[in-house]
């Protein structure tokens, strides 16, 4: 069962993983990486993504990030 929602989504996938170095995005294993999921909205999407963080603080190859699949799906909308 679907829920009927006004506010058009806008997808936001946040994802992690370890870098091979900091100078560039490049992950250590790509079997590896961290999906966190899929968001309805930059504002939730950005409230994982920091507790996502938070979770890694120690670790400084460690990151994540906010991909706007939105802009994938619909390229010329915002």
Do not use: C
């Amino acid at each position: 069962m679907t829920e009927k929602n006004d506010r058009k989504q806008l997808l936001h996938l946040v994802f992690g993983g370890e870098l091979s170095n900091l100078a560039e995005v490049q992950f250590r294993n790509l079997e590896e990486l961290d999906i966190v999921g899929i968001f309805p909205d930059y504002a939730t999407a950005l409230s994982a993504w920091k507790s996502k963080a938070q979770q890694t603080v120690d670790n400084a190859h460690m990151r994540y990030f906010i991909v706007h699949m939105h802009r994938l799906l619909t390229p010329g909308e915002q």
